[in-house]
Nanobody
């Protein structure tokens, strides 16, 4: 069982930055690929970024490429650095853990989500 807790969401003006964090409670963190997804009311959960178990490879949605960076550390944290934020980035952001870094929401464990609101 893996528990994930996101933090770092909030309200920011367009063009600003936020860093989301995801803390994992598992002894086997290195066995999991990690992903970030986001969701707005009435829409399906959307892929944002993913990172492999080793951290050697990362993947991004076209809409965030060049603005967002996913990373992980040995202390069982996964981060999403978000720069040049746009109002359309407003969503609840979810952290996820799974066996493979994929761009679909086929992950085994999910956090509770953190709200990101970007004002224009």
């Amino acid at each position: 069982q893996v528990q994930l807790v996101e933090s770092g969401g909030g309200l920011v003006q367009a063009g600003g930055s936020l860093r989301l964090s995801c803390a994992a409670s598992t002894r086997t963190f290195s066995r999991y690929a990690m992903g970030w997804f986001r969701q707005t009311p009435g829409k399906e959960r959307e892929f944002v970024a993913a990172i492999t178990r080793s951290g050697a490879s990362t993947y991004y949605a076209d809409s965030v490429k060049g603005r967002f960076t996913i990373s992980r550390d040995s202390a069982k944290n996964t981060y999403l650095q978000m720069n040049s934020l746009k109002p359309e980035d407003t969503a609840v952001y979810y952290c996820a853990a799974g066996t493979v870094a994929v761009t679909i929401p086929n992950y085994d464990y999910w956090g509770q989500g953190t709200q990101v609101t970007v004002s224009s």
